[in-house]
C-alpha cells in the first residue's frame, strides 16, 4: 500500500535579551568558530560525492506497481457488512500498490531491480501494471522481462523516444570491508535520496544458503529495494535488497545482493531464460565446533552431510550420511564459501570431483549436478513430521542419565518399543529412556523416544557399545561424540554431544 509520510517543520522561538550600560566599552572582534573551515576528507574517500551523484543519479528510477487482491469482508453476514462492500459473503477485490526502486543498464531501456517490488503483495494478488518514473518525472509503462524469486532479481523493459542514461556493474569480488559505498534509491515513496556509508562485511548468508550478500551501514529502507550500491569508481557493485531492522526503519545493517551474483542471473533472465541452479542431493549442517571437536576435524572447513536423497546425484556418487565434504569442483569448503553456494553455482549435467572424509579417512568421488528443485519440493524431500509426546521417564531411570557420560539412560530397541514409537521396521539402534536436563545431550534437543542409531560412526546395539563410545572418546582427549539419532517421522540426523565433566 502507498503511505504518504508528512514533514512537520518545527520552529522553536527564543527570548532574547539586550543587555545596554551607561559606560564605554572597547570594540573587540570575533570570529565564528566554523568561519572558513573545511574538513580534510577521510582518506581515500572524495571531499563530496556531489560530483559522482550528479553523473549516476540519472541513471536510477522509482518503480511502481497497480495490483488487484481479493480480499474476504470482514464484515459479511453483520449489520456492517453492506457498509464495507456486497454482503454476500464472497471475497471482494481491491487496489494495491507497491514502491520500490531500480536502475537502467542499457540506453535501450532494460531496467534491474528486486523481484520482491514487482511480484505480487499477498497470495491471490495480481500485477495489473508496472510503471517506471525517471528522475525527469517522465513516466513509462514496463514490461516484465524475467523474474528469480530465489535471487530476488527482475528484469523489467520500457521503450523510451531517446537513449537513456544507464550505469555499468563493477566487480563486487574487489570490494573490501571498510570501502566507502553510496546507495541511491527512492525510500518511503520520497524520491531519489542518496545515503552514503561503508561496507561492513562480506558473504553474508541467506536463509536458502545458494545466494549471499554484501552487508553496509549505508542508509537503507522500505523503498530502497532494486536501488544501486555504487563505489567510488562508481560502478554498480551491489543491488540493495533487504534491511535488519526490529522496527521496519534504517538501523545500520542493509544488504545488497553483490554483482558478481547478480549479473550472470540477469543475463540470463534478458534472454527471456529461466535461471538454473546446481544441486547435490544431500540434507548438509555446518560443522559445528563440537561436531568437529568429535570427528577430530579442523573447525571451520568442511560442512556435515546429514541425509543423502535417493536416486541424486549425491547417493549416485556413492556419499553417505555422516561424511564431511570439504571440497567441490577444487574449491574448498568454509563459512565463507559455503557449500550450497558452491554447488549452486555449477553448471547443470556437469561432473564434479568431491573430496570427503568419512570415518577419518580422506577420498574424492564424482558427482553428476542435477537442477535444484524449488524451495516447496525441497521441503518435501526432508520433510519431518510433528514431534510425537512420549511418557514421562520414572525416577530410578533419571537418576542413572545423570550418571552417564553423555547425560543419557538408553535400553535396546525391541520390535515392540519400535512399533510402539512409529518406527520404521529397519531401525537398529538404542532407544534413550531419560535425558540429564543439566546436560548437552538435552540442549541439543535429544528427548526420552529417541533412537541412537550410531556413535563417532559405529552402529550402536546396546547400552554398553554407546558408553564404549564415549570412554573412547574421553580416553583420546575428544570432549564430544557424534551420535546419529532419528525419531518418528524425521529422518536421521547427526548431533555431536559434549561429555559430561566427571
Same mark, same amino acid.
Given at each position: 500500500?502507498?503511505?504518504?509520510?508528512?514533514?512537520?517543520?518545527? +520552529?522553536?522561538?527564543?527570548?532574547?535579551?539586550?543587555?545596554?550600560?551607561?559606560?564605554?566599552?572597547?570594540?573587540?572582534?570575533?570570529?565564528?568558530? &566554523?568561519?572558513?573551515?573545511?574538513? !580534510?576528507?577521510?582518506?581515500?574517500?572524495?571531499?563530496?560525492?556531489?560530483?559522482?551523484?550528479?553523473?549516476?543519479? @540519472?541513471?536510477?528510477?522509482?518503480?511502481?506497481?497497480?495490483?488487484?487482491?481479493?480480499?474476504?469482508?470482514?464484515?459479511?453476514?453483520?449489520?456492517?457488512?453492506?457498509?464495507?462492500?456486497?454482503?454476500?459473503?464472497?471475497?471482494?477485490?481491491?487496489?494495491?500498490?507497491?514502491?520500490?526502486?531500480?536502475?537502467?543498464?542499457?540506453?535501450?531501456?532494460?531496467?534491474?531491480?528486486?523481484?520482491?517490488?514487482?511480484?505480487?503483495?499477498?497470495?491471490?494478488?495480481?500485477?495489473?501494471?508496472?510503471?517506471?518514473?525517471?528522475?525527469?518525472?517522465?513516466?513509462?509503462?514496463?514490461?516484465?522481462?524475467?523474474?528469480?524469486?530465489?535471487?530476488?532479481?527482475?528484469?523489467?523493459?520500457?521503450?523510451?523516444?531517446?537513449?537513456? @542514461?544507464?550505469?555499468?556493474?563493477?566487480?563486487?569480488?574487489?570490494?573490501?570491508?571498510?570501502?566507502?559505498?553510496?546507495?541511491?534509491?527512492?525510500?518511503?515513496?520520497?524520491?531519489?535520496?542518496?545515503?552514503?556509508?561503508?561496507?561492513? !562485511?562480506?558473504?553474508?548468508?541467506? *536463509?536458502?544458503?545458494?545466494?549471499?550478500?554484501?552487508?553496509?551501514?549505508?542508509?537503507?529502507?522500505?523503498? &530502497?529495494?532494486?536501488?544501486?550500491?555504487?563505489?567510488?569508481?562508481?560502478?554498480?557493485?551491489?543491488?540493495?535488497?533487504?534491511?535488519?531492522?526490529?522496527?521496519?526503519?534504517?538501523?545500520?545493517?542493509?544488504?545488497?545482493?553483490?554483482?558478481?551474483?547478480?549479473? @550472470?542471473?540477469?543475463?540470463?533472465?534478458?534472454?527471456?531464460?529461466?535461471?538454473?541452479?546446481?544441486?547435490?542431493?544431500?540434507?548438509?549442517?555446518?560443522?559445528?565446533?563440537?561436531?568437529?571437536?568429535?570427528?577430530?576435524?579442523?573447525?571451520?572447513?568442511?560442512?556435515?552431510?546429514?541425509?543423502?536423497?535417493?536416486?541424486?546425484?549425491?547417493?549416485?556418487?556413492?556419499?553417505?550420511?555422516?561424511?564431511?565434504?570439504?571440497?567441490?569442483?577444487?574449491?574448498?569448503?568454509?563459512?565463507?564459501?559455503? *557449500?550450497?553456494?558452491?554447488?549452486?553455482?555449477? @553448471?547443470?549435467?556437469?561432473?564434479?570431483?568431491?573430496?570427503?572424509?568419512? &570415518?577419518?579417512?580422506?577420498?574424492?568421488?564424482?558427482?553428476?549436478?542435477?537442477?535444484?528443485?524449488?524451495?516447496?519440493? +525441497?521441503?518435501?524431500?526432508?520433510?519431518?513430521?510433528?514431534?510425537?509426546?512420549?511418557?514421562?521417564?520414572?525416577?530410578?531411570? !533419571?537418576?542413572?542419565?545423570?550418571?552417564?557420560? +553423555?547425560?543419557?539412560?538408553?535400553?535396546?530397541?525391541?520390535?515392540?518399543?519400535?512399533?510402539? +514409537?512409529?518406527?520404521?521396521?529397519?531401525?537398529?539402534?538404542?532407544?534413550?529412556? !531419560?535425558?540429564?536436563?543439566?546436560?548437552?545431550?538435552?540442549?541439543?534437543?535429544?528427548?526420552?523416544?529417541?533412537?541412537?542409531?550410531?556413535?563417532?560412526?559405529?552402529?550402536?546395539?546396546?547400552?554398553?557399545?554407546?558408553?564404549?563410545?564415549?570412554?573412547?572418546?574421553?580416553?583420546?582427549?575428544?570432549?564430544?561424540?557424534?551420535?546419529?539419532?532419528?525419531?518418528?517421522?524425521?529422518?536421521?540426523?547427526?548431533?555431536?554431544?559434549?561429555?559430561?565433566?566427571?
Amino acid at each position: 500500500m502507498r503511505y504518504a509520510y508528512a514533514i512537520t517543520a518545527a +520552529l522553536l522561538l527564543g527570548g532574547t535579551t539586550l543587555a545596554l550600560t551607561s559606560h564605554p566599552t572597547s570594540v573587540i572582534a570575533q570570529t565564528a568558530q &566554523n568561519e572558513g573551515m573545511a574538513a !580534510a576528507a577521510p582518506r581515500g574517500a572524495p571531499v563530496s560525492f556531489a560530483d559522482m551523484v550528479q553523473r549516476l543519479q @540519472p541513471a536510477v528510477v522509482n518503480i511502481s506497481t497497480r495490483q488487484r487482491v481479493q480480499v474476504q469482508n470482514p464484515f459479511a453476514g453483520t449489520p456492517f457488512g453492506g457498509l464495507f462492500g456486497a454482503d454476500d459473503g464472497q471475497p471482494q477485490t481491491r487496489q494495491a500498490q507497491s514502491l520500490g526502486s531500480g536502475f537502467i543498464i542499457s540506453a535501450d531501456g532494460y531496467i534491474v531491480t528486486n523481484n520482491h517490488v514487482v511480484a505480487p503483495g499477498a497470495e491471490g494478488a495480481r500485477v495489473d501494471s508496472i510503471t517506471v518514473i525517471l528522475p525527469d518525472r517522465s513516466e513509462y509503462a514496463a514490461t516484465l522481462v524475467g523474474t528469480d524469486a530465489r535471487s530476488d532479481l527482475a528484469v523489467l523493459k520500457i521503450n523510451a523516444p531517446r537513449p537513456l @542514461p544507464f550505469v555499468k556493474f563493477g566487480d563486487s569480488t574487489k570490494a573490501r570491508v571498510g570501502d566507502w559505498v553510496i546507495a541511491i534509491g527512492n525510500p518511503f515513496g520520497l524520491g531519489s535520496t542518496v545515503t552514503a556509508g561503508i561496507i561492513s !562485511a562480506l558473504h553474508r548468508s541467506g *536463509l536458502s544458503g545458494v545466494e549471499r550478500f554484501i552487508q553496509t551501514d549505508a542508509s537503507i529502507n522500505q523503498g &530502497n529495494s532494486g536501488g544501486p550500491m555504487f563505489d567510488m569508481n562508481g560502478d554498480v557493485i551491489g543491488i540493495n535488497s533487504q534491511i535488519l531492522s526490529p522496527t521496519g526503519g534504517n538501523i545500520g545493517i542493509g544488504f545488497a545482493i553483490p554483482s558478481e551474483q547478480a549479473v @550472470p542471473i540477469i543475463e540470463t533472465l534478458r534472454k527471456g531464460q529461466a535461471v538454473r541452479r546446481g544441486y547435490l542431493g544431500i540434507q548438509i549442517s555446518q560443522l559445528s565446533d563440537d561436531m568437529a571437536e568429535s570427528l577430530g576435524l579442523p573447525r571451520n572447513r568442511g560442512e556435515f552431510v546429514q541425509a543423502v536423497e535417493p536416486g541424486k546425484g549425491a547417493e549416485k556418487a556413492g556419499i553417505k550420511a555422516g561424511d564431511v565434504i570439504v571440497k567441490v569442483n577444487n574449491v574448498e569448503v568454509t563459512p565463507d564459501e559455503t *557449500l550450497s553456494y558452491i554447488v549452486a553455482q555449477l @553448471p547443470v549435467g556437469s561432473t564434479v570431483p568431491i573430496e570427503l572424509i568419512r &570415518n577419518g579417512r580422506r577420498m574424492t568421488v564424482q558427482a553428476q549436478i542435477a537442477e535444484r528443485p524449488s524451495e516447496d519440493e +525441497l521441503a518435501g524431500n526432508f520433510g519431518q513430521d510433528p514431534d510425537q509426546a512420549m511418557p514421562e521417564p520414572n525416577a530410578e531411570v !533419571a537418576k542413572e542419565a545423570t550418571q552417564q557420560l +553423555l547425560g543419557l539412560a538408553v535400553q535396546p530397541l525391541t520390535p515392540g518399543i519400535a512399533r510402539q +514409537l512409529g518406527l520404521e521396521a529397519n531401525v537398529r539402534g538404542v532407544v534413550i529412556a !531419560a535425558v540429564d536436563p543439566s546436560s548437552d545431550a538435552a540442549a541439543k534437543g535429544l528427548r526420552r523416544g529417541d533412537v541412537v542409531m550410531q556413535a563417532n560412526g559405529q552402529p550402536v546395539t546396546t547400552e554398553d557399545a554407546l558408553g564404549q563410545a564415549a570412554q573412547a572418546a574421553k580416553q583420546s582427549g575428544r570432549n564430544a561424540v557424534l551420535l546419529q539419532v532419528t525419531r518418528r517421522g524425521v529422518p536421521p540426523a547427526f548431533i555431536a554431544v559434549r561429555l559430561r565433566d566427571q
